[in-house]
């Protein structure tokens, strides 16, 4: 058996895989073009954010929401930020947990 010594690029090595009806994934089940496997290695949260079709910020902003009910962007009479959740964000996907950033409470007007 030879050993091959040839280099090749991040894209050439892509190509060549292509070629060969290789198919690259992500996350289990979830197909990457070609053209977006550079990308995706140097900055998978592009392609992620890419996918649910929200900004790179709104991406990180889902990921980091420990609790992803975000609270009423309200201030209540004493000053301090209202504790309800943003209306109709209980079970958002990723495109409208960012829609429904900075949003208000049913009691503060809030509405899908």
Known sequence: MSKSTKKYTLRQAIDLLDAGGVEFCAGGCTTLQPKHVERFVAD????WAKVAGVSRDDWLAR???TNPNLQC???TKQGRQCKHEVYGIRHANAAEFARLRGGYCHV???RP
């Open 108 to 110: 503060h007007g809030g």
């Open 44 to 47: 998978p949260i592009w392609w």
């Open 73 to 75: 962007s309200a201030k």
């Open 63 to 65: 990921l980091a929401a």
